[in-house]
């Protein structure tokens, strides 16, 4: 890249990503995308092979690890293999996380089963952080242990923690940042130098690899891959597909784990419908930028109005100065530009003793339930990352499924009350949550 004359035409690689996002992977040899304004919804369970041969080639290729499937028009064959439009959003999601390659699933849920059960087998170790998404935590407690992969869960804001847990037969260290529901940080860096340390000594199939779960942030906040991960993990059922219409999965990673990660997608079988792929990719992916630019905006004015009220004990917002990783915050959350991108979502806690007779439970329920029947800005419902602003009671909604002790031993509150912050007018939202707040 040089500084040349006005005359020399920039190539598509020197656009901003804003652009990027909307106008889509420029290389694409999925499809004839070059005539199309809109990328096509293909919808075809199955496809017409011109020859045995040609049906012979495409299943060797598919399950062959020597072909690089991004340089090449691929053989289609059946949609639970590989399929155009998912294909066209999967390159443009690897672009947008600064990844190799990107395989999408069915949901979130099954991406992350879905990069552990690739690198895990019977006798592996997971160490992840003690504070995860119920279904998650789930899957860690209930389901891999049944094929012998068990988790260790700690503190991964501890390095000597980390360090005390990693086993010979860890190979995963997993974690979400900002984390769900607490907004709490984990160092990617730290966490990428103490992997380093250990895989050093390790063989390149023994070596831990780092997962990050971005969901929180989305790419257009946080790229956890350059700041050290190996596999970042996104429900695009969020922020990326960003309306709630649809739900997705999606991993991406180092291009020589394609093939083990599309094989494991064609027999466990959690692939993205195409019809789910396409909002992604022509609504979701292409307003990424503008949605998190103005829903971010809200989300600050709101967690500093919250900050300022009498009836708030705590509000955790990645982009308060009161965080306490605020440090952490400005250094791992920046936007394509470089720039500050603290993210939409607030987690905050009412303030149980001045109000006296009230437990900080009773008030989160009473003030939700308040919002519920009242506010018309804000939606009581679980889910985040969409246009409409939704609240959300963590403790006994999206994370249910830890147990009560555990709950309270990792620093959940009964009483914590989770914002996911829209695009609606910022002075409404204020105004219903100052409404509510006058009623607890
Ligand atoms: C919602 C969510 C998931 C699961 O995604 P689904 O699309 O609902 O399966 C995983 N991680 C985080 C942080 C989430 O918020």
New binding site residues.
């Given amino acids: 890249m040089s500084n040349s004359s006005k005359s020399r035409q920039r190539t598509k690689a020197e656009y901003r990503m804003r652009t990027h996002l909307i106008h889509g992977n420029f290389e694409s040899k999925k499809w004839d995308y070059d005539h199309h304004v809109v990328p096509p919804l293909s919808s075809s369970a199955t496809y017409r092979l011109s020859s045995a041969h040609r049906g012979a080639q495409g299943f060797f290729e598919f399950a062959s690890e020597a072909t690089d499937f991004t340089k090449h028009v691929p053989i289609y064959i059946y949609d639970r293999l590989e399929e155009p439009t998912r294909g066209m959003l999967e390159e443009n999601l690897a672009y947008a996380e600064g990844g190799e390659m990107c395989v999408s699933f069915a ?6 089963s879905g990069v552990l059960g690739m690198l895990c087998e019977a006798g592996h170790e997971i160490v992840a952080h003690q504070v ?2 119920g ?2 935590y789930s899957l860690m407690t209930h389901w891999l242990p049944r094929y012998g992969v068990q988790t260790k869960f700690v503190d991964l804001k501890n390095e000597a923690a980390l360090r005390a847990a990693i086993t010979a037969k860890t190979r995963a260290i997993y974690f ?1 940042t900002p984390v ?1 529901p607490d907004l709490s940080l984990i160092d990617i860096a730290a966490v990428r130098k103490i992997a380093n340390r250990i895989n050093q000594d390790r063989p390149p199939e023994r070596q831990i690899q780092i997962v990050v ?1 971005n ?2 942030a989305t790419p257009y906040c946080q790229r956890p891959l350059p700041l050290g991960a190996n596999f970042v ?1 996104n ?4 922020g990326i597909g960003g309306f709630g219409t649809d ?3 999606a991993v991406v990673g180092p291009q020589k784990f394609y093939a083990p990660l599309m094989l494991y997608r064609k027999d466990f079988g959690g692939v993205l419908s195409p019809k789910s792929a396409w909002p992604c990719l022509v609504y979701g992916l292409p307003t990424l930028a503008t949605r998190m630019i103005n829903m971010q905006k809200t989300a600050h004015r709101v967690a500093k109005f919250l900050q300022e009220h009498p009836k708030v004990a705590r509000v955790v917002y990645p982009g308060l100065e009161s965080h306490p990783q605020y440090e952490l915050a400005k250094r791992q959350m920046t936007n394509y530009e470089g720039k500050f991108a603290p993210g939409a979502m607030i987690y905050f806690v009412l303030n149980g003793e001045k109000a006296g007779t009230h437990s900080v439970a009773a008030l989160g329920e009473k003030f939700i339930d308040y919002i519920a029947d009242h506010a018309y800005s804000i939606t009581l419902a679980v ?2 990352g969409q246009i409409k602003t939704l609240i959300e009671s963590p403790y006994s909604m ?1 994370h249910s499924a830890l147990p009560e002790e555990e709950k309270l031993q990792r620093g959940m509150e009964p009483g914590g009350i989770r914002l996911s912050l829209g695009l609606e007018d910022w002075h409404d939202v204020i105004e219903d949550l100052q409404e509510a707040l006058a009623q607890v």
């Fill in positions: 949901t979130g849920m099954a991406a992350i995860l998404y279904c998650t979400e769900n779960d969901t929180f993990v429900s695009l059922t969020k739900m997705g999965g889910s985040l999206t």
